[in-house]
């Protein structure tokens, strides 16, 4: 069973930035696409940005858009997720997926099961 582990979370004032980390377990890393995702308290989970296993394709929500750069580093099994200009609306905890699908060029559906434990941004105003 593939392990994601999540990182880099933390407290920042809004307007700063942080770089969130999922490493990822297992050999196959790169045959996959990576997805963040967040979930607010008393919200449901929702999309941020993805990425294919190539890199060469990438989505956001609206929501994060020329504020957030997902990457990924195949050799290290490793999806990060740059935050700049945070916003204390993007407080939620972060988690990853693995494996799921890229569809209608804007959206990424997540692979069920496949997610790491999450780790908690709090921006404040």
């Known amino acids: 069973q593939v392990q994601l582990v999540e990182s880099g979370g933390g407290l920042v004032q809004a307007g700063g930035s942080l770089r969130l980390s999922c490493a990822a377990s297992?050999?196959?890393?790169?045959?996959?696409?990576m997805g963040w995702f967040r979930q607010a308290p008393g919200k449901e989970r929702e999309f941020v940005a993805a990425i294919s296993w190539s890199g060469i394709s990438i989505y956001y929500a609206d929501s994060v858009k020329g504020r957030f750069t997902i990457s990924r580093d195949n050799a290290k099994n490793t999806v990060y997720l740059q935050m700049n200009s945070l916003k204390p609306e993007d407080t939620a905890v972060y988690y990853c997926?693995?494996?799921?699908?890229?569809?209608?060029?804007?959206?990424?559906?997540?692979?069920?099961?496949?997610w790491g434990q999450g780790t908690q941004v709090t921006v404040s105003s």
């Open positions: 297992g050999r196959t890393f790169s045959s996959y696409a």
């Open positions: 997926n693995q494996g799921g699908s890229m569809v209608d060029n804007s959206d990424y559906r997540p692979r069920a099961g496949y």
